[in-house]
């Protein structure tokens, strides 16, 4: 049973950059792709960005491409988002999420385990 833990959300102006950390426990870090999916109060979850085994595949919502990046240390059992030049319309619950398959998905129902999320606001 793998135990997520996400943290570094908070209040920010737009334009404003945050750092989203997720640490993992309970399991092999390395044996899972690694995902972040965001839920805005109304709307449905969605998929934000993920990350394979290794770190070799990435891949990213167009809504934030160019904007966030995805990025992992297995060292530190330890999942990243980088957000720049954020927007009001990025206000959501951000969700960690790990799934035992090698490449990455934008599927949330294939994701294993999952954090219990951490709240980002972005104000105008």
């Known amino acids: 049973q793998v135990q997520l833990v996400e943290s570094g959300g908070g209040l920010v102006q737009a334009g404003d950059s945050l750092r989203l950390s997720c640490v993992a426990s309970?399991?092999?870090?390395?044996?899972?792709?690694m995902g972040w999916f965001r839920q805005a109060p109304g709307k449905e979850r969605e998929f934000v960005a993920a990350i394979s085994r290794g770190g070799s595949i990435r891949d990213s919502a167009d809504s934030v491409k160019g904007r966030f990046t995805i990025s992992r240390d297995d060292a530190k059992n330890s999942v990243y988002l980088q957000m720049n030049s954020l927007k009001p319309e990025d206000t959501a619950v951000y969700y960690c999420?790990?799934?035992?398959?090698?490449?990455?998905?934008?599927?949330?129902?294939?994701?294993?385990?999952w954090g219990q999320g951490t709240q980002v606001t972005v104000s105008s």
């Open positions: 309970g399991g092999t870090f390395g044996n899972y792709a």
């Open positions: 999420a790990a799934d035992l398959r090698v490449r990455p998905s934008r599927v949330a129902t294939q994701y294993n385990y």
